[in-house]
C-alpha cells in the first residue's frame, strides 16, 4: 500500500536517555512503513545542546514558529549532577521552558485512559484537562541565598527613574529569598488559549489561584480572566451550554475529587505542573497523559509530559532488558500528525492518526502491556512486554485495523 504523502513538514525535536531510544523505535515501526515523513530535524539530547550554547533549542522554537505543528520527544533538564555526568559548560535552561516562552503558550495535558487501567478516584469517567500557564513564576524566578542579618527590599525602577519599594522581610540571621514574576501580556495569551480550547473541545473551564492571600500577583491573574472572559468570551460560551467559573486553588482540589471529570482545569505555572501530575498518577501512570502547547497564533507543539526515564535507559546501557511505556511518545506523534492532516487538509493523515491511537489502547485492552501498566491494571493474565515487543505489538494490532 502507497504511504500517505505529507505537504508540510513537522518540526521534529529529539530527546535524550530512554525516550530517545523509543522515538527511533516508534519512528521505524509505526512511523515510516506507513508515512513518507517529513520532518525538519532538530537535536535536543543534552550533548548536542551544550556544543550549540542551547542554541539548538532557539531554532527549533523558530522553526515550530515557521511550520505551526511540532513533536518533542522527552529531555533532561540539567542539575548539578547532569553538570559533571556530561562535563557541561553551563546549567542549561528547561528546553521545554525556553520553547513556552518563545511561543507564549499554554499547555493543555490531559490522562489517556484506556480499559483495565481505572483511574484512583473512582468517580472520574471522563478525563480531566489541566491548562498550564507556560511563563513565569517559580520558572523564571531569581533567587538569593541571604547570609548574615539584613533587609530584604522588592524594588520596581519605573523609565522615568521613579521607584517603588516594599519590604520583604528583616532578616535576623541566614535565610534565603525568591522573586518571582509575570506580565499582564502573557496571562491574557493564557487567559485566551483556555477560552478558545474550551470552546473548541466543548468543555467547562475552571481557574483557580489564591488571591485570598496573594492578593495582587494572584488577584492580576483572577482579573484579567474575568475581562477577557467578559469581553471576548461570555456569549460565545453561553451560545454553547458552557461554564466558565473562579475558585481558589484548594478549593478547587477538593471540588476536582468529587466531580466525573471532563472539564479543563486552568492554573498558574507550578500549580498546573504539579496538578497534572496528580491527575496522571491518579489515572495510572505519567506515561499515560497527553500534552500540547498551544500558542495565541495557533501554533502547536506536542510532547510527552514524562522525564526521559534515567533508569530504565542506565540499564538499557548496560545490555538489560527494560519494560518502558512508550504511549504518551506515541500519543505525541499522534497528535502531531493529526493536528499536521487537519492543517494541510490531508484527511488520510488524520485518520492514521486516529488509527495508531486505537492500535495502542487495544493492545493493552489485549492484555499487552509494559510493567507499570501490568502492577495496577485490573485485566486478568495480561503479558508483559518488554520496551521494544510492546511497539511490535501495537505495529502488530494496526496491522489487524
Given at each position: ?8 513538514p ?12 523509543l ?8 512511523l515510516?512503513?506507513y508515512?513518507?515523513l ?26 515550530t ?14 542539575n548539578?549532577?547532569?553538570m559533571?555526568e ?5 546549567m542549561?535552561?528547561?528546553?521545554n521552558?525556553?520553547i513556552r ?8 495535558r ?8 481505572e ?12 491548562a498550564?500557564?507556560?511563563y ?9 541565598k541571604?547570609s ?15 521607584e ?21 501580556q502573557?496571562?491574557?495569551?493564557f ?7 474550551a ?6 473551564l475552571?481557574?483557580a ?23 471576548e468570551?461570555?456569549?460565545a ?6 461554564t466558565y ?6 478549593d478547587?482540589?477538593?471540588?476536582v ?11 498558574k505555572?507550578?500549580d ?13 501512570s505519567?506515561?499515560m497523559m497527553t500534552?500540547?502547547?498551544?500558542s ?5 507543539e506536542?510532547?510527552?509530559?514524562h ?19 512508550s ?14 492532516g487537519?492543517l494541510?487538509?490531508?484527511p ?13 489502547l ?15 491494571t ?13 511497539i ?10
Amino acid at each position: 500500500m502507497a504511504k500517505i504523502q505529507m505537504k508540510t513538514p513537522l518540526v521534529e525535536m529529539d530527546g535524550d536517555e530512554m525516550t530517545r531510544i523509543l522515538w527511533q523505535i516508534i519512528k521505524d515501526e509505526l512511523l515510516l512503513p506507513y508515512i513518507d515523513l517529513k520532518t525538519e530535524y532538530y537535536d535536543l539530547g543534552l550533548e548536542y545542546r551544550n556544543e550549540t550554547n542551547d542554541q539548538v533549542t532557539i531554532d527549533s522554537a523558530e522553526a515550530t514558529k515557521k511550520y505551526g505543528v511540532a513533536v518533542k520527544c522527552a529531555t533532561i533538564t540539567p542539575n548539578a549532577a547532569r553538570m559533571t555526568e556530561y562535563d557541561l559548560k553551563e546549567m542549561w535552561k528547561s528546553p521545554n521552558g525556553t520553547i513556552r516562552a518563545a511561543l507564549d503558550g499554554t499547555v493543555f495535558r490531559a490522562p489517556i485512559q484506556v480499559k483495565g487501567i481505572e483511574p484512583c478516584v473512582k468517580n472520574w469517567k471522563k478525563p480531566i484537562t489541566l491548562a498550564r500557564h507556560a511563563y513565569g513564576d517559580v520558572y523564571k524566578n531569581t533567587e538569593i541565598k541571604v547570609s548574615c542579618k539584613g533587609k530584604a527590599e522588592l524594588v520596581f525602577t519605573a523609565e522615568d527613574g521613579t521607584e517603588t519599594r516594599e519590604v520583604i522581610h528583616t532578616f535576623d540571621g541566614p535565610g534565603i529569598l525568591q522573586g518571582i514574576h509575570n506580565t499582564d501580556q502573557s496571562i491574557t495569551s493564557f487567559a485566551k488559549a483556555c477560552f478558545s480550547y474550551a470552546l473548541d473541545t466543548k468543555q467547562d473551564l475552571w481557574f483557580a489561584t489564591k488571591d485570598t492571600i496573594s492578593k495582587k500577583y494572584d488577584h492580576n491573574f483572577k482579573d484579567i480572566f474575568q475581562e477577557v472572559y467578559d469581553t471576548e468570551y461570555k456569549e460565545a460560551f453561553e451560545k454553547a451550554g458552557l461554564t466558565y467559573f473562579y475558585t481558589l486553588i484548594d478549593d478547587a482540589v477538593a471540588r476536582v475529587m468529587k466531580t466525573d471529570g471532563g472539564f479543563i482545569w486552568a492554573c498558574k505555572n507550578y500549580d498546573g505542573d504539579v496538578m497534572s501530575d496528580m491527575v496522571s498518577s491518579a489515572c495510572g501512570s505519567l506515561a499515560m497523559m497527553t500534552s500540547v502547547l498551544v500558542s495565541p497564533t495557533g501554533v502547536y507543539e506536542y510532547e510527552a509530559a514524562h522525564g526521559t526515564v534515567q533508569r530504565h535507559y542506565y540499564k538499557h546501557l548496560n545490555g538489560e532488558e527494560t519494560s518502558t511505556n512508550s504511549v504518551a511518545t506515541i500519543f505525541a506523534w499522534t497528535g502531531a500528525l493529526r493536528k499536521r492532516g487537519e492543517l494541510d487538509e490531508i484527511p488520510e493523515l488524520s485518520e492514521f492518526a486516529d488509527k495508531l491511537e486505537k492500535a495502542t489502547l487495544k493492545t493493552i485492552e489485549d492484555g499487552k502491556m509494559t510493567k507499570d501498566l501490568a502492577l495496577i491494571t485490573s485485566l486478568k493474565d495480561v503479558t508483559v512486554l518488554n520496551s521494544q515487543d510492546f511497539i511490535k505489538a501495537i505495529r502488530e494490532t494496526l496491522e489487524t485495523l
